[in-house]
């Protein structure tokens, strides 16, 4: 956060904060986009730090989360899965699924040498269910 701060300062518009993926200090509903760059690979419950990120976005917003594409040679697969969570787009689809998410797409991108190593999941949060309307109280 050091390097944040140097950055882009410790009070302006930028607001940064510590916390747990799978538990954020923010209210339901609290942002239009949330983003997410480097870090699922991290997280020890994926799903549940999905869920969490669509909780704290308002319905009909967007979760943006980029994560390291799962290498296709059975060497690196095996070197990139002892260090961390490496996934594809099937993986991708189950965990979005999981987490309650009806609209995804995925985009792979990274250098000309290595256009595949990076995987971008864009979902939309889904709009709130329609409320039912209240039973009527005697008649």
Known sequence: MQKAFEKFGRH??????????????????????VWSSGS??????????????RRVTRPGGQVLVVGPNNP???????????????????????MFTEAGYEEFRHVTMGPSYSPEIAITTVAEVPAE????DPEPVGA
Not at 40 to 53: G, H, S, T
Not at 129 to 132: D, I, V
Request: hydrophobic share 40%; glycine share 4%; proline share 8%.
């Open 72 to 94: 296709r040679t059975s060497v690196m697969k095996r070197v990139a899965d002892a260090i961390m969570l490496f996934y594809d787009e099937e993986e991708a689809d189950r």
């Open 129 to 132: 269910p329609a409320r039912p």
């Open 12 to 33: 302006g518009r930028v607001r940064f904060c510590r916390g747990d993926a799978e538990r954020l200090p923010f209210a339901d509903d609290a942002f239009d986009v």
């Open 40 to 53: 699922i690979e991290y997280w020890p419950n994926p799903v549940d730090a999905l869920e969490e990120l």
